[in-house]
């Protein structure tokens, strides 16, 4: 395709995209209709229903990408009808390229358009989740060193500390550590919340809160108490979670968190550096 049919095309696409209040990129069908050279309605829509099988098939919702919005319009004499039409994200608009006539140029162009788009969000939507499994990774690590804190204070030692802490995952996982492990085929030397996932991270993390909180305002002093505190607790998270058919011990491991953690680093290195580039060049 030539640079200049490449250039005409991108610039349409871009010239009839809308933004929403909430800052999100959509297209309506009407005009996508007329970007990719559909002369009838009806020929466009058995696209768009296509799309929208394909939509439902990678486990989306249709209602998420494809709402509905009619318009009023003239027909004549002063006499408006509605005119179905539709607001499509991006991901729609790359289903309906996919799904067109690939013959036509600005189809083939179309996929490529919106295939490109749409990969970027994927890639920063991975990107935020990662970030918040890493800060509530974080967060974890310091409500267990506010909980150490609180506990050492009532004269328990670390080897008490550790088994409050077991007693509370226990409770949460509804089995050992140990065995957690072994079904997850986790080397013992691993700490265990490196792979765990974000809602499990903060799960523990709420727990300690409460813990930490509780043991200081109602003055529990010794380890027995304490573990009771923790236990209860625990399980008190856990049944918020099971109620909502997540089960902790049955959420698969994820990447090492230090792994992540270096990867993002990485790349927010990497932007530093293109920018600073980019300055000096200016």
């Known amino acids: 395709m ?4 490449v250039t005409k095309l ?9 933004t929403d209040e909430n800052g999100v990129e959509f297209w309506y069908a009407r005009e996508l209709q007329e970007l990719l050279e559909y002369a009838k309605w009806d020929t466009f829509k058995n696209v768009i229903e296509r799309a929208k099988d394909a939509c439902k098939n990678s486990g989306q919702q249709i209602v998420d990408h494809f709402p509905d919005v009619g318009k009023m319009v003239q027909i004549g004499s002063g006499t408006e009808r509605e005119q179905k039409d ?46 918040e499994r890493v800060q509530a990774r974080h967060k ?15 004269g328990i030692d670390s080897k008490g500390f550790a088994k409050i802490k077991s007693r509370g995952d226990c409770a949460l996982f509804g089995k050992t550590t140990k065995s957690l492990k072994k079904d997850f085929n986790i080397p013992d030397s691993k700490p265990l919340a490196d792979v765990l996932p974000t809602i499990t991270l903060k ?3 709420f727990a300690n809160e409460i813990t930490a909180f509780n043991t200081t305002h109602n003055n529990l002093n010794s380890e027995d ?14 049944k918020v979670l099971t109620d909502r058919n997540i089960y ?10 230090k792994k992540v953690e270096r990867r993002l680093n990485k790349e927010a290195k990497q932007l530093t550096t293109s ?8």
Do not use: W
């Not at 349409?12 to 995209?17: A, I, K, P």
């Not at 108490?225 to 856990?238: L, P």
């Not at 920018?275 to 200016?282: L, R």
């Open 2 to 5: 030539e640079k200049e049919i």
């Open 10 to 18: 991108h610039k349409s696409f871009e010239d009839y995209m809308h």
């Open 86 to 131: 539709y607001k499509l994200t991006r991901y729609a608009c790359y289903l309906i390229a996919q799904n067109g006539d690939p013959r036509k140029q600005v189809i083939a162009f179309a996929q490529t358009y919106f295939a490109v788009q749409t990969r970027k969000q994927e890639i920063i939507e991975q990107r935020l989740l990662e970030a």
């Open 140 to 154: 974890l690590s310091e409500s267990d060193k506010q909980l150490s804190r609180v506990i050492f204070e009532k």
């Open 203 to 205: 799960a523990k993390d």
């Open 225 to 238: 108490k304490i573990t009771k505190e923790h236990v209860k607790n625990n399980q008190d998270v856990r």
């Open 248 to 257: 902790p011990e049955k959420l698969p491991p994820e990447e090492d968190i």
């Open 275 to 282: 920018k600073t580039k980019k300055i000096t060049k200016k």
